[in-house]
């Protein structure tokens, strides 16, 4: 399947003004894209499906290719708090990639729609096959983690 089908590049600027999940790698060619997603795992997903659990343990992280999902986490009183949507572009689960921890968030799907997943082996394969684009892939996930820290910071400075 052609990337470009699935990815609608756009301006890289996200649409929903809540809380969307960064874009990731918006500027990449076809090319790279074709590269990138020549190790990952594609998946369907229905509407309502929990894509991943809050406390599990998998390393992958995953690329959203169609559909809307939600991030939510799990409050002391049971109930479930709205982190942020994650739309086509977008990651999530880049936290458990890097650091081997149990899932912080539950995702769970708001239509159906697919997405890939890469492991920290896939991505082992694609650093020997092409080291440039394995690096500004691993850059992109450093600013978006970083993007997601600086918001918590300042919820956590609110005192929400």
């Not at 600013?143 to 609110?158: K, N």
């Amino acid at each position: 399947m052609d990337p470009a089908e699935f990815f609608d590049y756009g301006t890289g600027r996200q649409q929903d003004a809540q809380k969307a999940a960064p874009l990731f790698l918006a500027n990449l060619a076809q090319e790279g894209w074709t590269r990138f997603l020549s190790v990952a795992r594609r998946r369907a997903f229905e509407q309502g499906e929990v894509i991943v659990s809050h406390g599990e343990t998998s390393r992958e992280f995953y690329i959203v290719a169609s559909g809307r999902l939600e991030v939510v986490a799990p409050q002391r009183n049971g109930s479930e708090r709205h982190v942020y949507f994650v739309e086509p572009m977008s990651i999530f689960g880049e936290q458990a990639f890097f650091d081997g921890q149990p899932r912080s968030a539950t995702v769970r799907a708001l239509s159906e729609g697919s997405l890939f997943g890469v492991t920290p082996d896939a991505f082992e394969v694609l650093s020997a096959r092409f080291p440039d684009l394995t690096r500004l892939a691993l850059f992109d996930l450093g600013r978006i983690l970083s993007l997601r820290l600086r918001e918590m910071t300042q919820f956590a400075l609110q005192g929400k």
